[in-house]
């Protein structure tokens, strides 16, 4: 009964370094989610996935890359971080209008 | 800014009533939440409300609609200690996505 996985939960990287957040859904969800939360601004959304092979860019998309790689796996990666990235990364996943599964977050520090 | 706004913080008295106000504006969303989220975990889905809806409620707690002036309502009856946490609220937009407000602090005092 694991609901949403996110890896890892704390990541520090320089500036310049890339690196990838996973998330995995075992609920057969269809539709994935990357949200960042940072104070005061409640969550946005960065990509998301409507289903399986397909990829949208959300409200702010940009320095973001991701890659659905099947219907439980949605990644997102920091090609080049930035300390502006530093936030609270979340993902989600639903299959129908009753709210989304959210993971734990990974907790991200760009120094 | 947000399209969902909320005011940022709510003190209350443990034993008293909470109550949590939310705008959005777009009128065709379908559904509704409120979502908790407690200190370092992700957020966990209280409840939710369909547009076609005016109240809704589940033990504690009480949603309130007003289409018409676009406000939705989450009330905690009898505030625990264990109520202390940042609540959302989140619109959907017949699109999937949620758009959500900036939270609101709710801090219970003894």
């Known amino acids: 009964n694991a609901g949403v996985t996110q890896t890892p939960k704390f990541q520090v990287l320089k500036t310049g370094q890339s690196m990838t957040l996973q998330c995995a859904q075992d609920?057969?969800?269809?539709?994935m989610y990357w949200y960042r939360q940072d104070p005061g601004m409640g969550l946005r959304l960065i990509y998301y996935?409507?289903?399986?092979?397909?990829?949208d860019k959300g409200e702010v998309p940009n320095g973001y890359n991701v890659s659905r790689l099947n219907k439980r796996e949605f990644s997102l990666r920091l090609e080049s971080a930035a300390p502006s990235q530093t936030s609270v990364y979340f993902c989600?996943?639903?299959?129908?209008?009753?709210?989304?599964?959210f993971g734990s977050g990974t907790r991200l520090t760009v120094v | 800014g947000e399209d969902v706004e909320q005011s940022l913080f709510l003190s209350v008295r443990e034993g008293d009533s909470s109550v949590i106000n939310c705008t959005y504006t777009?009128?065709?969303?379908?559904?509704l939440y409120w979502y908790k989220q407690e200190p370092g975990a992700g957020l966990q889905l209280l409840t939710y409300i369909f547009s076609n809806m005016d109240m809704k409620q589940d033990q504690r707690l009480t949603v309130l609609l007003n289409k018409k002036d676009k406000h939705l309502s989450l009330r905690i009856a009898d505030t625990q200690t264990g109520d202390s946490a940042i609540y959302f609220c989140a619109e959907n937009r017949n699109d999937y996505k949620l758009s959500f407000g900036a939270g609101t602090t709710v801090t219970v005092r003894a």
């Open positions: 989600a996943s639903t299959s129908f209008n009753y709210g989304y599964t």
């Open positions: 996935s409507a289903s399986e092979g397909t990829t």
């Open positions: 777009d009128s065709s969303s379908t559904y």
């Open positions: 609920m057969n969800h269809n539709s």
